[in-house]
């Protein structure tokens, strides 16, 4: 889902993956940092999270109608 991971399989990156998980890990090492309690924690992960799955799907649509690979 995130940094190349795919739910669906196929082809993905693994430095991608391995990118994506730090990504997330810098976040939550960071607001916990700034003394955000768990539950805000949890939730603003889940919108970063959220938002990088619908940038995706916009570049793929995007990239559809061009006629191009995204």
Same mark, same amino acid.
């Given at each position: 889902? *995130?940094? /190349?991971?795919?739910?669906? /399989?196929?082809?993905?990156?693994? *430095? /991608? ?7 997330? @890990?810098? !976040? &939550?090492?960071?607001?916990? *940092?700034? @003394? ?6 949890? !939730?603003? !992960?889940?919108?970063? *999270? ?6 995706? +799907?916009? +570049?793929?649509?995007?990239? @559809?109608? &061009?006629?191009? +690979?995204?």
């Amino acid at each position: 889902m *995130l940094g /190349g991971t795919l739910l669906a /399989g196929g082809a993905v990156s693994v *430095l /991608g993956t391995v990118l994506g998980a730090a990504l997330t @890990e810098v !976040i &939550r090492t960071g607001l916990n *940092l700034l @003394e955000f309690s768990v539950q805000v924690l949890n !939730i603003l !992960i889940g919108l970063v *999270l959220v938002l990088a799955l619908s940038l995706d +799907r916009v +570049r793929h649509v995007v990239a @559809e109608r &061009r006629g191009g +690979r995204p």
